[in-house]
């Protein structure tokens, strides 16, 4: 089954496809978080994106994967200072 390039996530803020607020990598973990806990990711806002380290998500552990990726990823970095 091929993997889809598409995100799928349909919850939470409303991201367009040019405006995702990770690079590929950054949105599997992103969609792993999704996956894991939809409850948690449906009161995600585009807030927390901003500022990563305040989030109200902070400890748990598919979002810290997330943010400790965009800490590191320059590309992650660029697209949410854009
Ligand atoms: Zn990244």
């Known amino acids: 089954m091929p993997m889809s390039?598409?995100?799928?996530?349909s919850t939470g803020p409303g991201w367009t496809t040019d405006g995702l607020p990770a690079c590929t990598v950054?949105?599997?973990l992103?969609?792993?978080f999704?996956?894991?806990r939809p409850n948690d990711y449906a009161f995600l806002k585009v807030?927390?994106?901003?500022?990563?380290?305040?989030?109200?998500?902070?400890g748990i552990l598919?979002?810290?994967?997330?943010?400790?990726h965009?800490?590191?990823?320059?590309?992650?970095?660029?697209?949410?200072?854009?």
Do not use: N, Y
């Not at 598919?62 to 400790?68: N, R, S, V």
């Not at 800490?71 to 854009?82: L, P, Q």
């Open 47 to 58: 807030q927390d994106f901003a500022d990563l380290g305040a989030s109200a998500f902070d």
């Open 70 to 82: 965009c800490a590191t990823c320059e590309d992650c970095k660029e697209r949410r200072s854009a």
């Open 5 to 9: 390039e598409e995100p799928q996530i």
């Open 62 to 68: 598919e979002w810290d994967a997330f943010t400790g």
């Open 30 to 32: 992103l969609r792993r």
């Open 34 to 36: 999704q996956a894991v």
């Open 26 to 28: 950054g949105m599997d």
